[in-house]
């Protein structure tokens, strides 16, 4: 997992683009505005939504730093699942359909460059080691809530793994933690579809080292009607173009611990 270390004050981090390509376009622009020095996705490039080679334009004009995320290496190596880690019948089937429609409408050329992502970056923000991985460290799809994540473990990964902030995605929803050893977890959502919370708008981190970390969550909002109806044209489940219509989600519910499902509509 170890890389040369590249040094920033400033840095975006973006999760889950779900093939959204309307909302990344937008992301993009805005930390392009906000002045980050550079742009580092999480990982899951495609799924969700429509038309899933759009995206990969925008992220490799902008220099966007990918790593690979589980949906990625399944894509790559043609998998027959996306290896989301679910459990529930119902998740797994609309996780299946996602799957299917993206897997057949990827080209060769981008199953190639995500088969050639690392599963992990590191990099130097001001005094601060950060390491940028998907699901864990340990693991590329486990999942790092917010309320089922004990300190204990957290610890444990920026000692194993000679970190001082860890950034990770696959949940889906935002949050971070500052440890009392001055050690930091982040979870910079995804911009692939809204967090649950009933608005449109998605999300991303922006960090900055001024000279103590400072971790900024940014809303982004995009025509999210106009990709509702592209979902809609491309016959992909009226779940999907409800959950970016209304902000809730509509499947993929039962991995939610209670506190955070307690949020939420369904």
């Not at 909002?221 to 109806?229: C, G, Q, S, T, V």
Request: proline share 6%; glycine share 10%; net charge neutral.
């Amino acid at each position: 997992m170890r890389q040369l270390l590249s040094s920033y004050r400033r840095i975006a981090l973006i999760g889950g683009v779900y093939s959204n390509y309307l909302a990344l376009d937008a992301t993009l622009a805005d930390t392009r505005r906000r002045g980050a020095e550079a742009v580092f996705c999480l990982g899951d490039v495609g799924g969700f939504g429509p038309h899933p080679d759009r995206v990969f334009p925008l992220l490799r004009d902008a220099g966007v730093h990918c790593l690979q995320g589980n949906y990625d290496l399944s894509i790559a190596e043609g998998r027959t699942d996306c290896g989301c880690g679910y459990t529930d019948p119902r998740d797994n089937r609309f996780a299946h359909l996602s799957y299917a429609y993206t897997l057949g409408h990827t080209s060769t050329e981008n199953r190639r460059w995500l088969g050639s992502l690392p599963p992990a970056r590191r990099l130097a923000l001001g005094p601060y080691r950060l390491l940028l991985v998907h699901g864990s460290p340990r693991q590329i799809n486990e999942f790092l809530w917010e309320s089922t994540t004990p300190n204990g473990l957290l610890e444990h990964f920026f000692r194993r793994y000679e970190a001082d902030v860890l950034g990770v995605t696959h949940t889906g929803i935002k949050w971070r933690r500052a440890l009392p050893s001055g050690r930091h977890a982040v979870n910079v959502g995804v911009i692939g579809r809204p967090e649950n919370d009933g608005t449109s708008a998605v999300w991303y981190a922006l960090l900055t080292a001024d000279p103590d970390l400072v971790v900024e969550f940014v809303p982004v909002h995009y025509d999210h009607e106009a990709l509702a109806r592209e979902m809609e044209q491309e016959a992909l489940p009226s779940e999907f173009a409800e959950t970016i219509r209304t902000g809730w989600w509509t499947c993929c519910l039962e991995s939610l611990p209670v506190k955070e499902r307690a949020r939420g509509r369904f």
